[in-house]
Nanobody, 124 residues
Framework: QVQLVESGGGLVQAGDSLRLACAAHGRSLSNNAMAWFRQPPGKEREFVAASTRSGSSTIYADSVEGRFTISRDNAKNTVYLQMNSLKPEDTAVYYC?????????????????WGQGTQVTVSS
């Protein structure tokens, strides 16, 4: 059984930065693609970013391209989301997820393992 635990959320002002971390416990996820999703208040969960198992290839939602960076440290079994130039519309609960294969997807239904989420609030 794999447990994903997110950390690093908080309340920041527009323009600030935050780095989220997602630590995997139970087994190594070095062979699994991983992703970040978010769920803004009153809205559905949406894709943010994903990384292949090696981290050599990444994809981003258009809304965060150029501001957010996903990375991973397989030795630490941890994936990160560096968020710069935060905007109020980035306010959401952020979730990390892992897929069984090494390939990433934009659809949440493709991911098997999920964390409990961490709240990010950006004030204007």
């Amino acid at each position: 059984q794999v447990q994903l635990v997110e950390s690093g959320g908080g309340l920041v002002q527009a323009g600030d930065s935050l780095r989220l971390a997602c630590a995997a416990h139970g087994r190594s996820l070095s062979n699994n693609a991983m992703a970040w999703f978010r769920q803004p208040p009153g809205k559905e969960r949406e894709f943010v970013a994903a990384s292949t198992r090696s981290g050599s290839s990444t994809i981003y939602a258009d809304s965060v391209e150029g501001r957010f960076t996903i990375s991973r440290d397989n030795a630490k079994n941890t994936v990160y989301l560096q968020m710069n130039s935060l905007k109020p519309e980035d306010t959401a609960v952020y979730y990390c997820a892992a897929v069984r294969s090494g390939s990433f997807y934009r659809t949440s239904s493709s991911y098997t393992f999920w964390g409990q989420g961490t709240q990010v609030t950006v004030s204007s």
